[in-house]
């Protein structure tokens, strides 16, 4: 009769001990995907960060910067939500150059739909904003980029054209 008593007694203090942590468990992995877009971000810059032609260069530069700034603003937002931003996976630096633009945008794309989904945090709405608005400036300036490096591509074709020719 005692053991029946001891049970009765014991298994409501586990459900009430137990009951809280269950309820955080889902917290800290839940939306937002900072961490995913963090990693695209950072392999996004490396791939607009390479030396170009000065007309490329000045409008990835613009780029990079508009990169670390939404990345500024994410991991404030990622380490508000409780996410682990140190242990990101390394950069992959072995991407071919050719398309390197072209691929950054891809990159870029991926992390603003990430940061996109619907915020529940209050607090993390206006870092949301900003990482939003600095990604929408980042894509800008990526195609202009890529831009510039057509319109360089084609002139050097139609110099090298001519030069054939004559």
Request: hydrophobic share 40%; charged share 35%; proline share 4%.
């Amino acid at each position: 009769m005692i053991k029946v008593r001891a049970i009765n007694f014991v298994a409501p203090l586990a459900v009430a001990t137990l009951l809280p942590m269950a309820a955080w468990a889902g917290f800290f992995g839940d939306h937002p995907r900072y961490v995913h877009a963090m990693s695209d971000l950072r392999t996004a810059r490396f791939m607009v960060a390479q030396p170009d032609a000065p007309n490329v260069t000045a409008d990835e530069n613009r780029c990079v910067g508009e990169i670390d700034a939404a990345l500024s603003e994410i991991k404030q937002a990622a380490l508000d939500d409780f996410k682990d931003v140190w242990n990101q996976p390394p950069v992959d630096t072995s991407m071919d150059r050719r398309g390197r633009i072209s691929e950054a945008l891809k990159l870029l794309d991926r992390a603003h739909d990430d940061i996109s989904r619907e915020e529940d945090d209050r607090r993390a709405r206006g870092l949301q904003r900003r990482a939003i608005a600095h990604l929408d400036n980042a894509i800008s300036y990526a195609r202009m980029a890529q831009e510039d490096k057509h319109i360089d591509h084609r002139e050097f074709e139609e110099r090298h054209e001519f030069e054939r020719r004559y």
